[in-house]
């Protein structure tokens, strides 16, 4: 017999399954396999409903025009957000809180000479957040000679993950900031043209109801939602014993730890030997009914022709004796 558990990247949950009793809670709290099965509990899915999910990841692709007219004046980091500057691209995104709240954020960009651009990214109203006219991020955004985004040459300060204090007291984690990789063409790019947005991802948002469950082999139980998001929120691992032959049998198709199974060991499937979970999938015997009855009938067959041919043989026989006399 194997016990299993659960815990959840996200809510840090257990599910453990000893003999016919289910315990079950949820824990808000990453995931850590400790061994003691004192610290199991149960997956309550029905619990997800209505629950927000912050965003946590945004992703953009856009072309900035290379043919722009580079801003000549003075430009000091918040002129854009101020409007004291008019950004030359910007486009707007929706954000959620843990709460799931929505808030909006704009980043815009301004050409300040061959190559050299600068961003910012801030909050509209400026008011949805602590930070000083609504800015959370801005530095300078660099490109190469193809059109390709230059990390090295940029600020950092615009690539790195925002965690905005909002003023209605909704949480929120760091949101990690994608606008491409360097030398690549997966985010930021100068090319000459229109400046355009070309895709952008915003995860987060209330969640609805939970309107389907997905387990993988690994062990990662991912509630899909009614808005199509899908959301891990569980891990379950395996127990193995030592004899597994030696464990207790119990009604109901269940067993229980002995003194000969040995203790118990909690891992994630498919390491320290732990096997693999099978979802959906149910346990049937290896033996197929009609093929079994098919060779019945073969062998059947195959045995009362071999019969007739011994007593054929047999009738032959006592011809040829009768022949003699």
Do not use: C
């Not at 840090?12 to 610290?39: F, V």
């Not at 004291?84 to 300040?112: E, N, Y």
């Not at 203790?263 to 096997?275: F, T």
């Amino acid at each position: 017999m194997r016990s299993a558990t659960t815990a959840g990247p996200a809510s840090g949950a257990w599910w453990r399954w000893d003999g016919l009793r289910q315990r079950a809670a949820s824990r808000r709290r990453p995931y850590a396999n400790t061994g003691s099965l004192g610290t199991l509990v149960p997956v309550r899915l029905s619990q997800l409903t209505g629950t927000a999910a912050a965003t946590s990841k945004l992703q953009m692709r856009a072309n900035l025009d290379s043919t722009a007219t580079a801003f000549t004046g003075t430009y000091t980091a918040g002129d854009i957000a101020g409007g004291t500057t008019p950004a030359q691209f910007s486009r707007p995104f929706d954000i959620s809180d843990a709460q799931g709240g929505t808030h909006t954020v704009t980043l815009a960009f301004l050409k300040t000479g061959p190559n050299a651009w600068v961003g910012e990214i801030y909050a509209t109203p400026a008011s949805d957040v602590t930070a000083t006219g609504g800015l959370l991020a801005s530095g300078a955004v660099a490109f190469n000679g193809d059109g390709s985004l230059d990390l090295a040459a940029s600020d950092p300060g615009m690539f790195a993950a925002l965690t905005p204090t909002w003023t209605n007291g909704a949480g929120t984690g760091p949101i990690t900031i994608g606008l491409g990789t360097n030398g690549g063409l997966d985010g930021l790019t100068q090319f000459g043209g229109t400046s355009s947005l070309i895709s952008l991802t915003v995860d987060g948002g209330l969640l609805g109801s939970v309107a389907s469950v997905k387990i993988s082999d690994a062990g990662i139980v991912s509630a899909v939602f009614e808005d199509g998001t899908t959301r891990a929120v569980y891990q379950l691992p395996l127990a193995n014993f030592q004899n597994p032959d030696a464990l207790t049998r119990l009604p109901g198709n269940a067993y229980a730890v002995s003194d000969d199974s040995g203790g118990v060991a909690i891992n994630a499937p498919g390491s320290l030997g732990a096997g693999m979970i099978s979802a959906k999938t149910l346990e049937a015997s290896t033996v197929d009914l009609a093929q079994e009855f098919t060779n019945m009938i073969r062998f059947q067959r195959a045995y009362s022709a071999s019969s007739k041919i011994v007593t054929t043989v047999d009738e032959m026989l006592q011809e040829m004796n009768a022949l003699k006399r």
